[in-house]
């Protein structure tokens, strides 16, 4: 199932996370077709304005506030736009390059990076119990998953199939939820309703499942 026309015109995936394309690429999509017009901003230097948007999300956070929460949150999720943004624009104008993938992997570590730490700090400040744990756990998990989950991920339809996944693939999405989609929950949705802790603990629960899906895949294939 392909991208429709207007979407492949500027550089969008044919299925894509949930998270990005329902509440990211109305924005991004826009964007990106009137940088891609213009020509006078590079891939590269949306990646590094997404970057410098990204790294202070953990400084909002750890501030212990309900509006640095807010603020963190937001930070996150335009940096997350950009983030999308660099990579719709590097398709569509045709100067996708190893650089800027190594550039977008760094601005990715580097905004999650940051939250974590940062959430690490807010509940640490405003919680008793050990509760900041959550995040570390987080921080750990996403980052283990990341390591050991590039050798086992297959074309996003052979995962799951069926009517499901064909009813999804008409309007791009994927059929499963993906790393993208627990960051906005733990890094977006949980700040701005002061959810923190319990985003957290679906977030553990989602990357603790993952991990074991995985473990089960490299062992069943080695």
Not at 36 to 41: C, F
Not at 158 to 172: I, M
Not at 187 to 196: N, Q, R
Request: with cysteine; aromatic share 10%; glycine share 12%.
């Amino acid at each position: 199932m392909s991208a429709p026309q207007g979407a492949r015109e500027i550089g969008a995936k044919p299925r894509d996370y949930w998270w990005t394309v329902l509440a990211v690429d109305p924005l991004a999509l826009p964007l990106t077709r009137r940088l891609a017009r213009s020509g006078s901003v590079s891939p590269d230097q949306v990646t590094i304005v997404s970057v410098v948007l990204g790294l202070p999300t953990g400084l909002a956070f750890a501030t212990g506030t309900r509006a640095g929460l807010v603020v963190g949150a937001l930070l996150f999720y335009f940096s997350f736009l950009l983030d999308c943004v660099d990579g719709k624009l590097a398709r569509a104008l045709q100067t996708t390059s190893p650089r800027g993938k190594v550039l977008d992997d760094l601005g990715d570590g580097a905004r999650r990076g940051s939250a974590a730490a940062g959430l690490a700090v807010f509940l640490w400040r405003t919680s008793s119990g050990g509760v900041f744990w959550l995040a570390v756990a987080y921080g750990f998990m996403a980052y283990y998953f990341a390591l050991i989950s590039g050798g086992t991920r297959g074309e996003p339809q052979t995962n799951v199939g069926g009517r499901w996944a064909e009813s999804l693939a008409r309007r791009r999405l994927l059929p499963t939820p993906g790393t993208p989609d627990v960051a906005a929950l733990v890094f977006v949705l949980g700040p701005l309703t002061s959810l923190v802790a319990p985003a957290l603990v679906v977030g553990d629960l989602l990357f603790a499942l993952a991990i074991l899906l995985t473990v089960y895949r490299l062992l069943r294939h080695p």
